[in-house]
Each structure stands twice: as structure tokens, then as C-alpha cells.
């Protein structure tokens, strides 16, 4: 391949768009012209290129060195659903069933325990598991991102991981994201996690594997954390490391199914507080301080739990619209950006520590795809799949960019149920955010006329240190993806607007839209029950010291706790962050939490950000604070940053759970 | 459940990707296994890794000898890699030094036989081979852990190739910020992490030995392949 000087060609390129400038042609002229890609790279034309036949080194992995692609030619594509598995008769199952107590003994056919869990799930006697799953990890050397034949040209097949369907057989090939998981409040559930990764990894990802689900309310055995000291995590053998596993071992996953508070005297009867009630989840790879790789390698996927309110039937409960029979109207959105190398490879910069943003754009692991819609509602789940970019998400008509389109949100930005849906004209996610939006698109058609309407990311940002917090104009950010509105006639919607679920609660006289399911009281200094009493207030303080992520000016540590939390009592926490440079979305396991303010500004009801979370994004200089009830699990989790760049370098603590707490104010 | 017959154990899983971790590892390079279907032929990965972040620059031992960074000290090998100078008076090197010399003893005899340190010194022109050895004499350093100098050009470029810059350029200049992580990584495995050089030496123990002490490569998965 001809190898030029970088600099000089983008010189020639910048001239070439100033040219284009001067001639008054817009960005978004030049976007129709396609003289310009969605990510603002000119396409490959004679002299026109950024990138052009040797922009960038061979091999080279760095914004603008991706190939051109051509957005909006492939159709979306929805992960299958993980189908449930008998135990009895099932082979993933039948060579060692699912107990609580893990199967530590060896296999024979490689030497070391069939089972990378080292503790006995909590709870499971209580609430015994009525359905079982099963995964396999594995690569699939065969991936594409998109199916049209000139991107096929530029960017070919890959090699990324993902989760098959469980079976054993090669044909059930491993998908990313990988399959939903859709369970139910009340039936609990065992996922049965097989790693066949390989170490054939073209030049990044780590094939031993910790599968967190994110959100849920887990003990340290199912929660797929980094690590955890009383799991062997001091020990020099590696055939005591419990927390993530090795290829040929499997790990049991169990979730309770039950809501937080179960083990409290005022919920036990009711197996948890409703009002805990988780909605929008997922799961990913947390193999310590290889996360961002591997999970930008594929191992990502969507977790919804049910229950009889939020019904995923639009006929029943909150009359949300369908998701079943899967796909309907209730659909992930996992949003990922990814670089490529200029001959097309899948590309991750193992050496950087600043954190990675993507050139090209992908929705459900397609390269910005289109997706035919009805004119009715349908609600997504939107997740930032990382590793570090932050969206501010707004829906744009490419005709008319001044229309401005709203939707619906909720869910707080972490996908838990607000207490009343919110008309907004964007959201902010940042990396690990979760959001619920309702778009009516024969709404939207009937107010603007559009057949296309296009998901556009206007946040600026230009490093994986943060985003600059600027929002573009419309039509000049990065449009993820397209919605063509089919149909001359409203198709068939049995789902309540948004705006009718608020009115109907009002008549009935409801404490919120979505009761039972309302943002619980918070905890305060004064509660006669000691898990709504606030123990004990920490304060965070994120910094850096010589390129080192620190917290309270002290480094990751997995051979220790940090601090201990009192189990079953309240916590305030106050997080800082003394940076105008990054920001962290600061992700804490095991419980939720309520934001109370935000830079002294207090959070109240109507915010996005009031209800239930899981990510506190920190902005610049920001200071938030938070109050949590840590409930029902013993044992051992994390708190972090979820650029998971920053977290690999190692932005985390360890904190614990015991029956007696600490009252050290800053660990 | 210790009865289990190989074959049944391996039937469990995808056999082929088991073989293909061993294979990987024992392999000089690990293109063209894997039938990916590229448009045009793609750079082998662990040849790109090289080019972009490993270059094989010449540098001078603390005992004076000269070698090449890739053919010489990476190359098949696990290393522990990080940067200082000998005049380092924000902490951070003497702190580093020191949590790497404790981790070196934890490591006992391995240090030299099968896991290689490397400290590469910021300062090149003060920090000649004797200044080095010297250095390495006061922190007890043992042996299997090599200190590092050379033409500054080679220095910065080693820096920036393994990822130890700052995108700020002022924030670059500053010296006394240079950045105080110490990478890990297999170089036929092409996995590279990083630790904190400030952590607790028992922390780094730990993530060098989840690294270095897989048992892929042990008795667990031990079918030899040529």
C-alpha cells in the first residue's frame, strides 16, 4: 500500500473543504452530494479525501482513519431472544446441574474446575430458580457491520465475541449484542455462561470473562464484578480466582427476581419494595482491567425484566407498547462507536489512556442501519454501549432541520421507571446510561410530514477524555441512525399515549403515572427504620495524580475493601470531581441510588435524573450527591468510572457489605 | 464428577476453541488462522502492535550493553515496563521503584526467567548506564530487571509508542507529571494492561500474576501443538 505523509495530505484535505466552503455548499449539502460521510469525513473522491490511499499508515487505529462507508443501507437488526432450557434434559445442563454451591471439581478435559464461581449463591433456597438459560461466548470470525456491498468492499468480515442462543453445536453462532434476556418479577432464573472464547484475538481482548448484569440487585456471586479479595484474589493460584473465568469453564448466574428490600423486616412479606423494581438492564464483559476491550469486542447484550405492571403486553398493565411477540414495539437500541483500521479491521488501542472515541457509528452492531417503522408508538431502550463517548440524543428531520421533534422519556437515564413520562427534545447518555423513550411516529408524521426522521447525536466530542458540552447544530452531528415511516393510513396501536397514562393516573387519583412502581421515599438522617436512616455520609473525591486515576488520593486496590457498609442502613454519598478537563460517569454495584443535587442544584420531580439510578455522570468540576439503602447481599462490590478506559486504569474502589459497618467518611 | 471422561468434558464446549488458545500462544504470529475474508489482505495484528507500539529502537543497558527494544527485551516475552529518571523528586518514581522492587521479591526467582522489568529513564542525558546500575544498587533491585536508557529520540518515541504521553502537549512537557502507570503485558498474546505504579504492591502482584500465571498455559489445557 502507497504510504504518503499524513500531515500533508490532510492538509490538501482541510484546503479541499475549505474550497467546498467558500463555495457555500453546507455540511449538509455536501451529505447529499455524498461528498461527505455522517461522521464528517469526506468520502473518497479524487483529491477530496481526509483519508484518501494512505491518510493514515496501514494498520493505523485513530479517528479518521476508518474507511468511507455509506450510512442508512442496511436494515436494523434486534438480538434473538436467550430461549429458556430444561435442566432435566438439556446438555448444557445434564453433565452438572445447577446447584447453589458451585461445581469446583475438575475437568478432566482441561485440568481445571468446570465452574469459575467460588461462592454459594445467596438466597437461592428462598427463592428458588424456575427458569434456566444457558450462553456461550465465542468469536465469531465472521461478523460484518454492514451488509452492502461497497462497505462490504471497505470494511469486510471481523472478528468480534458475542453470546449465542446455548447451544453446543458451531451453527448457533455468537452474536453481538447478544441475546435478550427477558425475564419476570417472581421467577427467578439461572444463566448458565459458557466461555469459548479463543486467544486468536487479532491484536486485542482478553478471553477471560466476568459477565456483570447491570443493575440488578446481586449478590458478589452473580454479580460479575473485577474482583473480590475473599475470592482468592491475593492468592498467586489462579485456580482459586472466582470472580472472572477461564475458556472451558462455565459460570451459574443467578438472579433473585426479587426487588430490594427483601431481607428488610418491612418488605420480606413482599419478597422486596415494589417500588425497586428494575426495568432496563444489561449485561457486559468486567474481566478487570481488560473491560473496555472486550466489551468494544462484542460482549454486550439486554437485559428487560417484566412484571405485572410493566407488562410488555400494551393490552394490560401500563399499556406500554408490545414486546411481545418479540420484535414489536418494545426494542433495544444498543448505541456503540467503533474505530476500524484504513483496510478494515476492527481496531482497539490497547495502549491509550485517555479513553476512545469511535469514527463510525453503530446501532445493534450495524453501521448506522435504517429501520422501517409504523405509524404508531413504539418505545426503545436506548443504552450508551461505551467505551467512552457521551450522546446527547435528539430526532431530526434531514428536510427541515429547524423542526424540532420531541418525544417521550420513561425511565431515568438509567432505565428505572420515572414517576411521571417526560416530553423532552433530547437526553443525555453518558457511557452505560440506559434510556426509555416512547416515539409516536404517526405523531411525528402528522406534524411534520416526514417519512424520515433520523436518531442524531449532537454532542460534540473530540477525545475520550469527555465530552466538550457543546450541542452542535442540528444536522451536524452524527445521525446513528434512520426511521422511514411506512404507511398512508395509522397502524393499529392498542399502547396509551404518554400523555393519556398521566391523565388516567390523575383521574384515578394515583400518587404517580406508573404506581405502584414510584420513586421511593429517600432515606433521611432521622427514619425510624434503620435501612431509610443515613448512617454514615462519604465523601468521593475523583482526581488524577501522574496520569494515575486515584480516589481520595488513593489507587485501585483488588486485595482489599476500602470501607464497610452496614447492611441494611442508608448512606449518603457526595462525589466530587476537582477535573475541567474529564468526566466520569461513576457507576456503584449492588444497590441504586437517588440523586439529590447536582452542584447544589437539587434534583426534583420532572428531572430525568429524579427517580432511581445506577451511573452518576460527573460532569466538569461537578459536584453530586447521592443517598442509597444497601439491602439483603453480603459480600463484596465495586464502584467506578464507566469510561471503561478509565476504569481498566483503574478508576475503582472495593466496598463491602457485613453486618457491622464502618463510619470512615472518606476512604 | 471427577469420573467425567475427557470427551464428555470437552463436549461441554466448543473443543476447537479451546485448541485455538493453545495454538495462539505457541504460534510465532497469528495471521491467516482464522479464515477472515478481507477485503484486501490485512496487516497481521501482532506485526501492527509492533509498528504502532513496541518499535524496536536501540537502547543502552544499565550494565552497558546495547539492545533492541522489540528483538531484545519484548519479543516472546511477559514484561513489566514504566518510566522514571534517577533526580525523580515528585514521589512518584521512588514510590514506583519501590513498590516494583516489592513486587519483584514476591515474584521470587521468576523475575529473569520467565517475567522480564524494564524501567526506561526520562532523563537519558543524566541518566547515563552508570548513574543507572547505581540506581538499581540503592533500591535493591534484583536481578531480571533491566533499566534503560538511550538517544533521547528513541526515549520519546518509546514513550509515545507504548502510550505513556499526554494528548496535552503543555501537560506533556511537564515532566514532573509524567505519567506514573507501569504497563504489563504478553507480547505473543498481544494483551497489554495497566497498573498503577502508586498502588499497593500486593494490588500489582495480583494483576501481574492474573496476567502472567493463566492456566491456559499450564497443566489445565497442556496438548502440546507444534
Known sequence: ?667 | MSAMTRRAGLAAFGVATIAAGVAAWTRKTSSHSNGVDAPRSRMDPRERLQRYHLPNVELVTHEGKKVRFYDDLVKDRKVVINFMYTNCADGTCPITTANLVQVQKLLGNRVGRDIFFYSITLSPDQDTPAVLARYARAYDVGPGWTFLTGAPDHIERLRKALGFAYADPVEDANKTNHVGMVRYGTEPLMIWGAGQGMANPRHLLTIFLWEFDRPLRGKGLRAPVA
Open chain 1, 1 to 667: 500500500m502507497p504510504k504518503f505523509r499524513p500531515s500533508r495530505l490532510s492538509e490538501i484535505s482541510r484546503n479541499n473543504r475549505q474550497e467546498i466552503i467558500k463555495a457555500r455548499l453546507s455540511r449538509r449539502e455536501l451529505f447529499r452530494m455524498g461528498l461527505i460521510t455522517s461522521s464528517g469525513y469526506l468520502v473518497h473522491k479524487s483529491g477530496l479525501s481526509a483519508w484518501a490511499d494512505g491518510g493514515c499508515n496501514p494498520g493505523e487505529c485513530r479517528p479518521g482513519c476508518s474507511p468511507p462507508t455509506i450510512p442508512f443501507v442496511d436494515p436494523i437488526t434486534f438480538p434473538p431472544l436467550l430461549p429458556e432450557r430444561n435442566p432435566a434434559v438439556d446438555p448444557a445442563f445434564t453433565f452438572s446441574p445447577p446447584r447453589a454451591v458451585p461445581n469446583r471439581a475438575t475437568n478432566p478435559a482441561t485440568g481445571i474446575p468446570f465452574e469459575g464461581r467460588t461462592q454459594v449463591h445467596q438466597f437461592r433456597d428462598r427463592f428458588p430458580p424456575q427458569q434456566f438459560f444457558a450462553t456461550r461466548m465465542r468469536p465469531n470470525f465472521n461478523a460484518t457491520f454492514s451488509d452492502d456491498p461497497r462497505n462490504l468492499a471497505r470494511i469486510g468480515k471481523n472478528l468480534i465475541w458475542g453470546f449465542n442462543r446455548g447451544d453446543a453445536a458451531a451453527s448457533d453462532v455468537a452474536v453481538s449484542p447478544g441475546p435478550l434476556i427477558a425475564p419476570r418479577y417472581g421467577r427467578p432464573i439461572v444463566i448458565r455462561r459458557f466461555n469459548e472464547l479463543s486467544f486468536d484475538t487479532r491484536g486485542f481482548g482478553v478471553p477471560e470473562v466476568s459477565t456483570h448484569t447491570h443493575n440488578f440487585h446481586s449478590g458478589p456471586d452473580s454479580d460479575g464484578g473485577p474482583c473480590d479479595p475473599t475470592t482468592g484474589g491475593e492468592s498467586t493460584d489462579p485456580f482459586k480466582q472466582g470472580r472472572f473465568f477461564f475458556i472451558g469453564q462455565f459460570y451459574d448466574y443467578f438472579e433473585t427476581m426479587a426487588r430490594a428490600g427483601f431481607d428488610t423486616p418491612q418488605f420480606t412479606a413482599t419478597n422486596g419494595d415494589i417500588r425497586e423494581t428494575l426495568t432496563t438492564l444489561w449485561y457486559h464483559d468486567h474481566r478487570v482491567e481488560h473491560t473496555a476491550e472486550n466489551v468494544y469486542k462484542g460482549l454486550v447484550g439486554n437485559e428487560f425484566i417484566f412484571n405485572d405492571f410493566d407488562t410488555g403486553d400494551e393490552t394490560t398493565g401500563f399499556r406500554l407498547p408490545s414486546f411481545f411477540p418479540y420484535p414489536a414495539f418494545d426494542l433495544p437500541l444498543v448505541l456503540t462507536d467503533k474505530l476500524f483500521t484504513p483496510d478494515g479491521e476492527l481496531c482497539f488501542d490497547t495502549f491509550g489512556l485517555d479513553g476512545l472515541v469511535g469514527d463510525k457509528f453503530l446501532v445493534n452492531g450495524k453501521l448506522q442501519p435504517f429501520m422501517e417503522v409504523k405509524r404508531r408508538r413504539y418505545r426503545f431502550r436506548v443504552l450508551d454501549g461505551g467505551p467512552s463517548r457521551f450522546y446527547e440524543l435528539f430526532l431530526t428531520n434531514p428536510d427541515n432541520l429547524n423542526q424540532r421533534i420531541p418525544y417521550t422519556a420513561i425511565t431515568t437515564t438509567d432505565g428505572n421507571l420515572l414517576d411521571d413520562p417526560i416530553q423532552v427534545q433530547s437526553v443525555r447518555l453518558a457511557v452505560a446510561e440506559r434510556a426509555d423513550i416512547i416515539i409516536d411516529f404517526d405523531q411525528i408524521f402528522r406534524a411534520t410530514g416526514a417519512r424520515t426522521i433520523r436518531l442524531e447525536n449532537r454532542l460534540e466530542q473530540v477525545n475520550g477524555r469527555a465530552p466538550t458540552d457543546k450541542i452542535l447544530p442540528a444536522g451536524d452531528g452524527d445521525f446513528l441512525m434512520e426511521f422511514r415511516i411506512a404507511g398512508n393510513t395509522p397502524a393499529p396501536d392498542a399502547s396509551l399515549s404518554p400523555a393519556q397514562m398521566i391523565a388516567n393516573a390523575r383521574a384515578a387519583g394515583k400518587e404517580c403515572t406508573f404506581a405502584p412502581i414510584c420513586t421511593p421515599p429517600r432515606p433521611t438522617d432521622n427514619a425510624a427504620a434503620k435501612e431509610d436512616r443515613i448512617r454514615v455520609t462519604r465523601t468521593f473525591r475523583f482526581e488524577r495524580r501522574n496520569g494515575q486515576w486515584a480516589i481520595n488520593q488513593q489507587f485501585a486496590d483488588c486485595t482489599r475493601f476500602r470501607f464497610t457498609i452496614e447492611r441494611n442502613t442508608a448512606e449518603r454519598w457526595i462525589i466530587q470531581n476537582n477535573s475541567g478537563g474529564w468526566q466520569h460517569p461513576i457507576h456503584i454495584h449492588l444497590e441504586e441510588f437517588q440523586m439529590v443535587r447536582r452542584n447544589n442544584k437539587l434534583i426534583r420531580r420532572g428531572d430525568i435524573e429524579f427517580g432511581r439510578k445506577d451511573v452518576a455522570r460527573l460532569g466538569f468540576n461537578e459536584e453530586i450527591e447521592l443517598l442509597f439503602r444497601f439491602r439483603d447481599f453480603r459480600g463484596g462490590w465495586p464502584m467506578h468510572c464507566h469510561n471503561t478506559i478509565h476504569e481498566d486504569h483503574a478508576m475503582l474502589l472495593l466496598f463491602q457489605v457485613a453486618d457491622e459497618g464502618d463510619k470512615n467518611r472518606t476512604p
